[in-house]
């Protein structure tokens, strides 16, 4: 794998900029409703992929959807569901129990990957997984009493297809699976639209769901895709954690939403687990490239 370290981390601090902006971004539209947003942010995303696929494949982008297979097909689905229940997710509780509680993304694969294809996972995984459990629930706690707990049932529901979505591409390793995220914002729109009741939005609200699908999901997914190139996975989860900690920021300081103690509490134990979870994983894969390179010169 190619180390351009510096140009990966880069790329994964802006992806995190453009995808903390969904939350600011949801607060200020007037008066659109989340099946209208989802149905042009879903199609304006696809467009956005679909378009920097083109410069890269040309003629050959038939292909490229092609070879994603139905595997590919499965992945785009998932991704559209969870991209729905993301919109839902921010729209229906505070965005710094939506972040952190998709923050916990990076956990709950490895444990699904522990559990479901026994694979090793460290000690210091499992508890890394069990503690961050409570700060989940003190977010939980929180949504009951303020009457927001189907945000975080979205929230969860997020995080389950980013699992299933992964698994899902992991046995398409050889294969560009842009694609297929491609097609998710086209599941995304379609199933939005079952359920849209007028496509009419003021200029203000479009506007806004067209920054949504271009930039703020758009860009900032192909950012973190392409820094998987440069930097190992679990650094790309560490400085992917910018998304989480920026996105609360935003609407605090834009539109007054300050998090209650529970919130912050529960963020604070999600964010030092993530956190020091990627950090062992960094260690791991170090010492294991470390190994390698000792192997090859020796």
Known sequence: MERRYGYGVLLVIVGGFF??????LLRNIESASGWQILF?????????????????????????F??????????????????????????????ANAVFIIGVSPLATAAVAWLVLGEKTSRF???????????????????FFEGRWLGNIAALGVVASFVVFLLIIRHK?????????????????????????????????????VTLGSLQFGIGFWCFTVATRYIMASEVALFSLTESIL??????IGVGEQPSWLTLSG????????????????RAERRLLGDYRRFESG
Do not use: K, Q
């Open 247 to 252: 996105g609360p920021i935003w609407v605090w």
């Open 173 to 209: 390793r050889g294969v560009d699976m842009l694609p297929a995220t491609c097609l998710g914002g086209i599941v995304m729109g379609g199933v939005a639209g079952l359920f849209v009741e007028s496509f009419a939005i003021s200029n203000h609200d479009l506007a806004i769901a």
């Open 19 to 24: 995808l903390s902006t969904s939350g600011i």
């Open 267 to 282: 963020s604070a134990i999600v964010l030092i687990c993530v956190g020091a979870y990627c950090f062992n994983g960094i």
């Open 40 to 64: 042009y942010r879903g199609f304006t995303f696809s467009l956005t992929l679909f378009l920097l696929l083109l410069i890269r494949y040309r003629s050959n982008i038939g292909g490229a």
């Open 66 to 95: 092609r070879a994603i297979g139905s595997p590919g097909l499965w992945a785009a689905l998932v991704l559209g569901l969870g991209s729905i229940c993301y919109i839902f997710a921010i729209l229906w509780t505070t965005v």
């Open 125 to 143: 995984g499992i508890i890394a997984m069990l503690v961050s459990l409570v700060g989940i629930g003190l977010m939980f706690t929180d949504g």
